[in-house]
């Protein structure tokens, strides 16, 4: 993959992936109490977004990604997809056309299932209980490995620039935010898609990985939500 980080929108993708971290942390509760009764260690229902929905019991596999997994999915869709593009400089000029999407390429191409649904195939959620355990182990990695990457965002050592400003006995000092290497973002995001994967891959499993073929599926985007690129 290209290097090209000069041009990483820095602020716009952290402020995406904080978001998203919300909604990710806000899920693993969810599943979490569902499964213990309690909140997982750190989180308290003041961290949780939105309505959340706290009870112990069974969660279908609809409720788990249209009340779920679907925004985090869309938060991390946009923000790679957007990586490059200033968004408020766009709606300024008018908008700008452009497709979220999964990240295929580089990287991520070992995240591409090796089955995909086509246009005419349907995808239908059902209320059938989602097993918790491996679910929840899932999340909460996503979760620890987004917020690394939230992190690491936020606390991007500041670049400073001395100028001699012309005509003046006076020096400027501008201040501007180390770029951050295009790569190095990719790698991390491709640990959060991982484990948000095999969170969803893993919801009628309740046998640990016995393999590295069912690790690798696992760990592929769904085949039963997102159709052929190609036909996009």
């Not at 086509?118 to 918790?132: I, N, Q």
């Amino acid at each position: 993959m290209e290097n090209t980080w000069t041009t990483l929108q820095i602020d716009q993708i952290g402020k995406t992936l904080a978001s998203t971290l919300g909604d990710l942390r806000s899920l693993y509760a969810r599943v979490h109490y569902a499964e213990t009764g309690s909140l997982p260690e750190g989180i308290s229902r003041e961290d949780l977004v939105g309505e959340v929905k706290l009870e112990q019991g069974d969660i279908s596999e609809e409720e788990l990604f249209m009340d779920g997994l679907n925004g985090v999915y869309l938060g991390l869709d946009y923000a790679w997809t957007t990586r490059f593009i200033d968004m408020e400089k766009a709606e300024e000029e008018g908008g700008l056309a452009f497709r979220v999407a999964h990240p295929t390429d580089g990287i991520f191409a070992a995240l591409v299932p090796d089955a995909i649904l086509g246009r005419d195939e349907s995808v239908k959620f059902t209320d059938k209980p989602v097993s918790l355990t491996p679910i929840r182990m899932a999340l909460r990695i996503a979760s620890e490995k987004l917020a690394s990457l939230v992190c690491r965002i936020a606390q991007l050592p500041e670049e400073k620039e001395i100028e001699v400003v012309k005509d003046a006995n006076e020096t400027c000092v501008r201040t501007q935010i180390v770029p951050y290497d295009e790569n190095d973002f990719a790698k991390r995001l491709y640990q959060v898609y991982t484990y948000v994967n095999m969170a969803w891959n893993s919801r009628f499993d309740e046998t640990p990985v016995s393999s590295p073929e069912e690790m690798q599926r696992r760990c592929k985007f769904p085949k039963e939500i997102h159709r052929n690129w190609e036909q996009q």
